[in-house]
């Protein structure tokens, strides 16, 4: 891979929660929600992150943003470490990385008009104001499929999907080269997601933007995303390009989770891998590999030693021991 092709280098990611008891709050432990994450993503390639709820995926995409400051690692954007920059240099590089929040209700202020929501960032950001400003709002409105005549409503007068095109516009409206996508469609009804999901690649087609995109299924990120990091209780387990992995995954929980697509046709059956017990705890993991006390193939290394993320064909790479014995 070039290094002049990357956008985003993630490495060594942690970000760890301390847990405080007592009077004098002192810290107990720590919940290690991301626990050293490793991954890349290209200038206009879509970067899909799955895994079930709690095993981090937000908290990166947060991090990634610097909303949520990293206990430690490094997020290379564009060739600027940005866990390094001062509240000034952050906010001229925040121009270029954008996020669609999952809720496209509760993101949206309910006080201010469309108009207003997604104008906002390029007057706090001095890119246009007055005409200027209206102009390119009514353009945004316009690529994302909204009405114009529709800019002085207020939020609770659109539905979700009117709502989350509205949040779609004010991720585009400072031009950036990256957008992390929270679930930007888990709140929608079924309906309604193909057409965001649709939208989303016609505005990176249009624009080359890149995406983190965040998911809970992995049937979602099939249809949007050029490679997919499955992530398991703060670490990701194995990546690969999307086809690679829907045709040849390797870890259990891969496994696991692709046993769970539904499958269209009424008459055709899968093999359901059900999981056994619950996720463990993120403040006391397991040791050695952390999926070992659910999984159907654990071997007696697995819960001794922690296994690495490795390569095992081109950009495909696994961190469970099956693959190396």
């Known amino acids: 891979m070039p290094v002049n092709d990357l956008l985003l280098e993630v490495k060594g990611l942690k970000k760890y929660y301390p847990v405080k008891k007592g009077i004098l709050k002192k810290t107990v432990g720590y919940v290690k929600a991301v626990d050293g994450v490793d991954f890349s993503i290209r200038h ?3 970067f899909g992150l799955v895994g079930e709820s709690g095993c981090g995926k937000t908290t990166i995409g947060k991090s990634v ?19 390094k920059l001062e509240k ?5 590089t925040r121009r270029h990385m954008q996020i669609i929040f999952q809720d496209p209700y509760g993101s949206l202020n ?10 906002e960032p390029m007057i706090k950001h001095g890119i246009n104001t ?7 709002v009514k353009d945004l409105m316009e ?26 516009a004010r991720a585009l409206s400072l031009n950036p080269k990256l957008i992390v996508c929270d679930e930007p469609v888990s709140a929608l009804d079924v309906s309604i997601q193909s057409q965001i ?20 299924g992995m049937a979602v990120v099939k249809h949007v995303s050029s490679r997919v990091g499955v992530m398991y209780l703060g670490k990701i387990v194995e990546i690969a390009k999307t086809d690679e992995i829907f045709d040849n995954c390797h870890h259990p929980y891969t496994r696991a989770l692709m046993s769970a697509i ?64």
């Open 44 to 46: 206009g390639e879509t």
């Open 65 to 83: 943003l610097r909303l949520t400051e990293a206990t430690d690692g490094q997020i290379i954007f564009d060739c600027i470490d940005i866990l």
């Open 88 to 92: 000034e240099e952050l906010r001229k």
């Open 110 to 119: 309910p006080r201010m008009m469309v108009s207003e929501l997604i104008g």
């Open 130 to 136: 007055g005409e200027e400003n209206t102009k390119r």
């Open 143 to 168: 690529i994302v499929g909204l009405n114009t005549k529709h800019m002085k409503r207020y939020p609770h007068e659109f539905s979700g999907g009117q709502r989350q095109r509205i949040g779609v």
């Open 197 to 216: 999901l649709n939208l989303l690649e016609d505005l990176q087609k249009q624009f080359g933007i890149a995406y983190l995109f965040i998911a809970h």
């Open 262 to 325: 539904p499958i269209p046709d009424i008459a055709a059956k899968r093999d359901r891998i059900i999981l056994q017990g619950e996720v463990p705890n993120p403040l006391n993991p397991p040791s050695g590999c952390r999926f070992h006390p659910r999984c159907p193939m654990a071997m007696g290394i697995c819960g001794e030693e922690e296994p690495l993320l490795k390569g095992i064909t081109g950009d495909h790479m696994v961190a469970c021991h099956l693959t190396v014995c």
